[in-house]
């Protein structure tokens, strides 16, 4: 090394989002749950499930949790129990992950595309009026970035139609509107654990929520072959059980997930305040009566691609949830769909950038990242 140049400390990445931190602080608590669970040999839906299904309903407000595979199996599971079959018709935004179409598609149904409000980015209430038809069976409402959908006028639209409103709860467990919490505004939720997600498990797992008891006794058969009582099937159902390894991670995690929560917020104020005035740049939106759990923080910029270049060139992670919308998606090509049918989400979708977000993201982390960004905003 040259004695003359003074060395420079390499600038360190700053990850879009980092579960090392997390488990730094718990894993004395997680090893301890999955020890428990290997000591008593019972793997898949037992005591574990059980305490768990009965916490998160809780928490959500609801009464009753049925523990599946995945996010994605919640929504497929979710749709049959409300009786969706091939040919209904299943309204949803078009600005959501693959997910909420592949599981409408995957019993054989036709997704329907609705425009998101380009404020909230969650569906566009009127739009969904204009949408919704006679063969329509059931209308999912996204929860996007840890937002609550606008709840009260699509349960109206619901109910005036007398179809189900199934949440998409994935990514946005805790959140509330008008003072409750996201799992208990429509007819039944679906949660992903999926690791990187506010309630992550260390692998797949999802979990439906709801207040009926009907649906939750349809849906134990639905999750275990359709199996009425032991090796007698009713109906066809589908392998989609949790393991207790997961579910004793989540119940270590879900003790924590209010201070998690709080720590997102604070880090979302943080750089709210910041990013404020910085020119050609918004920050999320949280309207009147809604709290927001920032699974991401979404800022939007007209030159959202350039900003990302200079972020990275900066070792600043950042991610577009999600570039391109459902009905622009290859595998929807046969709905025939062309670009302009859906503008809001279109537009959105080249603005919208993900910062880093995580409950352990320093401050001065994101005093680095909001600098970058007024920097970009100046040059
Ligand atoms: C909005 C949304 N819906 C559904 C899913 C599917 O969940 P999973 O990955 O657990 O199947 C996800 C997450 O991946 C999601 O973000």
């Given at each position: ?63 009753h949790g049925i523990g599946v595979a995945s996010g994605t199996d919640a929504l497929i599971l979710a749709l049959r129990a409300l009786n969706v079959y091939a040919g209904d018709e299943v309204l949803i935004p078009t600005l959501t992950f693959v997910a909420t179409g ?138 989609s059980r949790l393991d207790e390894i997961q579910a004793a991670i989540l119940r270590v995690k879900l003790r924590h997930l209010p201070d998690w929560q709080t720590a997102r917020q604070r880090n979302a104020a943080k750089y709210s305040k910041l990013l404020a005035g ?102």
């Amino acid at each position: 090394m040259n004695p003359r140049v003074p060395s420079v400390a390499p600038l360190e990445a700053i990850h879009q989002f980092d579960l090392t931190l997390q488990y730094e602080a718990i894993g004395g608590e997680v090893r301890r749950a999955v020890e428990r669970v290997l000591a008593s040999q019972q793997l898949v839906l037992g005591q574990e499930v059980l305490a768990l299904e009965k916490e998160l309903s809780t928490f959500c407000g609801v009464t009753h949790g049925i523990g599946v595979a995945s996010g994605t199996d919640a929504l497929i599971l979710a749709l049959r129990a409300l009786n969706v079959y091939a040919g209904d018709e299943v309204l949803i935004p078009t600005l959501t992950f693959v997910a909420t179409g592949s599981a409408v598609s995957a019993l054989g149904a036709r997704p329907v595309f609705a425009d998101v409000d380009p404020g909230t980015l969650n569906l566009d209430v009127a739009d969904v009026r204009r949408r919704i038809t006679p063969k329509t069976k059931a209308v999912i409402a996204v929860h996007l970035h840890g937002l609550a959908a606008d709840m009260d006028p699509l349960n109206e639209i619901a109910k005036e139609r007398g179809v189900p409103l199934i949440e998409d709860n994935a990514q946005a467990i805790g959140a509330t509107y008008k003072g409750r919490r996201t799992g208990s505004l429509g007819s039944i939720a679906c949660i992903s654990f999926y690791p990187t997600k506010n309630l992550g498990a260390a692998g797949d797992g999802g979990m439906i929520v709801t207040g009926s008891a009907d649906l939750d006794a349809r849906l134990r058969m639905l999750r275990n072959h359709g199996q009425a009582s032991r090796y007698i099937s009713t109906e066809c159902g589908w392998n989609s059980r949790l393991d207790e390894i997961q579910a004793a991670i989540l119940r270590v995690k879900l003790r924590h997930l209010p201070d998690w929560q709080t720590a997102r917020q604070r880090n979302a104020a943080k750089y709210s305040k910041l990013l404020a005035g910085v020119d050609g740049i918004r920050t999320p939106i949280v309207p009147d009566g809604y709290e927001h759990v920032f699974h991401q923080y979404t800022i939007r910029c007209d030159r959202r691609d350039a900003l990302q270049k200079f972020l990275g060139e900066r070792k600043i992670g950042s991610t577009i949830y999600y570039p391109m919308p459902l009905h622009l998606q290859p595998l929807y090509r046969d709905l025939g769909h062309k670009p302009g049918d859906f503008p809001n989400a279109e537009r959105v979708a080249g603005e919208i950038l993900s910062l880093p977000m995580y409950p352990e993201l320093s401050e001065e982390r994101i005093e680095r990242v909001a600098a970058a960004i007024t920097e970009f905003s100046r040059g």
